[in-house]
């Protein structure tokens, strides 16, 4: 880091060294430790230190002074952590895309579990036990989405940077030749995608910086923002809902239609876990679906099932002989049960586009 022209030294000088324990992980990914200040016997002073673990005492550098606590930059780790693993990236703590590759996965996990109690706890006053997170099917390899930036070249002759922000900067790129979290096909996309910003820029075709989009879905990579792609997501087994309910049964693929540039779960192969659980949920809560009936959950703040899809004007009754006391003339296709909040319905209808069990 750079001194600032207005750098606060209190109670740190610019670069100062120091030595501490790291006791926690902020929600960013930062450890967390205390020292004792001048005049204070009381390890009180907060640093954070990016790239370090709990329970590791680390020599660190420090760059800024806050109100309430300093920010350092890590310079040697004096007791490493049990948990501390070589990272797959050599771009890592570079690159400010990846805050935890330094952690075997089962702690990261473990971790993440805790900050949302946490979260819950400090932001929100609950106390709430949050269930352990579900693994990703894959480490690496999994993200179906990246967005590489670029700024225009100084000199048409040097070829830009194509990659991510620096670690701690606003603006620096740092260039990203291969991610090993993104597909094995966005990574055999990305050089032709690179070079041919590279051959652009070198004609003097970019005056402003730019982002790139590469989003895999179904085997294939797009770059067009606007292209309506399809992800397929594998049916999941449909269990009864209990006794006299029938026997499970493969649910048709899910098929989900947005466009490239939307906001998804970067992750597809989490969805036929997560799917699974949302028509659980659905089930529990409306009875079990035959394989076709439920395309798609409206889950309320609670975490429950606010509506699902069904067809305009099915006299089915739902849970418990419930029949619905509204419908919805949209797109929509909603059923409303007795004594439920009625679902708000979104200005730009995000769900119309989720064209469930093969339609």
């Not at 819950?120 to 099917?137: D, K, N, R, T, Y």
């Not at 690496?140 to 990659?163: C, W």
């Not at 067009?224 to 049916?235: H, K, L, Q, S």
């Not at 209990?242 to 693929?253: D, F, R």
């Amino acid at each position: 880091m750079g001194k600032s022209k207005k750098f606060n030294d209190q109670p740190f000088a610019y670069h100062a060294e120091i030595e501490l324990e790291i006791a926690t992980l902020t929600n960013l990914g930062s450890g967390l430790g205390r020292v004792a200040l001048p005049g204070d016997p009381e390890a009180k002073w907060v640093v954070m230190v990016p790239f370090t673990l709990p329970g590791e005492r680390v020599r660190v550098r420090v760059f800024r002074n806050h109100k309430n606590f300093s920010e350092a930059d890590l310079v040697e780790v004096l007791t490493p952590s049990p948990h501390r693993v070589g990272p797959a990236c050599p771009l890592f703590a570079r690159c400010g895309g990846c805050q935890y590759q330094h952690l075997a996965y089962a702690e990261q996990l473990a971790w993440k579990q805790r900050q949302v109690a946490e979260l819950l706890q400090h932001m929100a006053g609950i106390e709430f036990p949050v269930s352990p997170v579900v693994a990703s099917p894959r480490e690496l390899g999994y993200r179906s989405k990246i967005t590489p930036h670029f700024n225009p070249p100084r000199e048409p002759a040097v070829p830009p940077p194509i990659g991510f922000l620096r670690q701690g900067t606003r603006f620096d790129i740092v260039d990203v030749p291969h991610c090993p979290i993104a597909t094995d096909a966005i990574n055999a996309k990305l050089p032709e995608v690179r070079a041919r910003v590279h051959a652009r820029a070198a004609a003097g075709e970019y005056q402003r910086a730019a982002t790139l989009l590469l989003r895999e879905a179904s085997g294939t990579v797009t770059t067009d923002y606007d292209a309506v792609i399809t992800e397929t997501v594998a049916g999941a087994s449909s269990a009864g809902a209990g006794p006299g309910s029938p026997p499970p049964a493969a649910t048709a693929p899910l098929r989900l239609k947005f466009l490239a540039r939307d906001f998804f779960q970067n992750n597809p192969f989490i969805l036929p876990a997560f799917v699974a659980y949302v028509r659980e949920q659905a089930r529990a809560r409306f009875g079990y679906l035959m394989p076709g009936q439920t395309s798609y959950v409206v889950i309320g703040a609670d975490g429950k099932p606010l509506a699902a899809q069904a067809t305009l004007g099915d006299p089915r009754t739902t849970t418990a002989g419930q029949t619905p006391t509204a419908w919805w003339t949209t797109e929509w296709k909603s059923v409303q049960l007795a004594g439920d909040p009625p679902p708000v319905k979104p200005k730009q209808q995000p769900l119309k586009y989720l064209g469930g069990n093969g339609r």
